[in-house]
Nanobody, 114 residues
């Protein structure tokens, strides 16, 4: 399984970004799709996750600012991020669970300026 993430960039505080991650490979059977992030000097933390039956979970810090969604026909997971704050600055990684194995994308950098 290969994951290609995109959509990161530089944005001012209060702005928005939309991240996308496309999964490709043979015999895809993806259950969970999610986003994690890692800021400099900090541990990786889960931002959001969506399961194949539609269950969604967000990190406490999201506080209604982000929305995760998935398009199973396109094997794509999205993360709409609104009301961004400087503390959201991090490398964002997509993650999928395919046939009980976990796969990671290469990461996309999000920088929020104050």
């Amino acid at each position: 399984v290969q994951l290609q993430a995109s959509g990161g960039g530089l944005v001012q505080a209060g702005g928005s970004l939309r991240l996308s991650c496309v999964a490709s490979g043979s015999s895809l059977s993806i259950s969970h799709m999610g986003w994690y992030r890692q800021a400099p000097g900090k541990q990786r933390e889960r931002v959001a996750m969506v399961s194949s039956n539609g269950y969604i979970d967000y990190g406490d810090f999201v506080k209604g600012r982000f929305t995760i969604s998935r398009d199973d026909g396109e094997n794509t997971v999205y993360l709409q991020m609104d009301s961004l704050i400087p503390e959201d600055t991090a490398v964002y990684y997509c993650n999928v669970l395919n046939r009980l194995r976990s796969y990671w994308g290469q990461g996309t950098l999000v920088t929020v300026s104050s």
